[in-house]
T-cell receptor
Framework: DTAVSQTPKYLVTQMGNDKSIKCEQNLGHDTMYWYKQDSKKFLKIMFSYNNKELIINETVPNRFSPKSPDKAHLNLHINSLELGDSAVYFC?????????????FGDGTRLSIL | AQSVTQLGSHVSVSEGALVLLRCNYSSSVPPYLFWYVQYPNQGLQLLLKYTTGATLVKGINGFEAEFKKSETSFHLTKPSAHMSDAAEYFCAVTSAYGGTSYGKLTFGQGTILTVHP
């Protein structure tokens, strides 16, 4: 049973397209996150939701729009894809939005922009 | 503001040798510290964490780390490396309470560990 699952695992598309990445967690956690890992493996938080409410929004272009239909799901929609969006996107979840709570990560979605 | 510096982007050891991966952090409030491991084409897996209490924390797969406030360090060690330890390791920090960093994990740039037979 996968705890945090992301789909698709690979996404190859052209510049200017719109795409979505889905994330689901079956851990019963209240908080979910999106991270971006660039080509140098640097990981940076993008968004955090707690009980479907946006908590953290790190200076991310508004082409990126997270949506949380319920606390087990956090999807990421990206409009007008650019070359610089090529990266691995990780979804994560934690029990609560408390700093001591470890985050559980999905296996990532590898986005390549042609 | 908080930050993490991992000294050495690549560390190479022989099987059976000591593993030492260095992590220094900067935080304006008391930190919570984490080590994660990432195997190829996989997500991050928690190795261990320090929140409060004992400064020497033990994690999975025989790893441990010691929080040294005076040195702002949280180095990861393992007495004897195994081939299966080859992976990339990330140190991360967040704030223990309040502030703009609350709930946010800030990661170091990662250290790739290679284990030679």
């Amino acid at each position: 049973d996968t705890a945090v699952s992301q789909t698709p695992k690979y996404l190859v598309t052209q510049m200017g397209n719109d795409k979505s990445i889905k994330c689901e967690q079956n851990l019963g956690h209240d908080t979910m996150y999106w991270y971006k890992q660039d080509s140098k493996k640097f990981l940076k938080i993008m968004f955090s939701y707690n009980n479907k409410e946006l908590i953290i929004n790190e200076t991310v272009p508004n082409r990126f729009s997270p949506k949380s239909p319920d606390k087990a799901h956090l999807n990421l929609h990206i409009n007008s894809l650019e070359l610089g969006d090529s990266a691995v996107y990780f979804c994560a979840s934690s029990q609560e939005l408390t700093s001591g709570d470890p985050q559980h990560f999905g296996d990532g979605t590898r986005l390549s922009i042609l | 503001a908080q930050s993490v510096t991992q000294l050495g982007s690549h560390v190479s050891v022989s099987e059976g040798a000591l593993v030492l991966l260095r992590c220094n952090y900067s935080s304006s409030v008391p930190p919570y510290l984490f080590w994660y491991v990432q195997y190829p084409n996989q997500g991050l897996q928690l190795l261990l964490k320090y929140t409060t209490g004992a400064t020497l924390v033990k994690g999975i797969n025989g790893f441990e780390a010691e929080f040294k406030k005076s040195e702002t360090s949280f180095h990861l060690t393992k007495p004897s490396a195994h081939m299966s330890d080859a992976a990339e390791y990330f140190c991360a920090v967040t704030s223990a309470y309040g502030g703009t960093s609350y709930g946010k994990l800030t990661f170091g740039q990662g250290t790739i560990l290679t284990v030679h037979p």
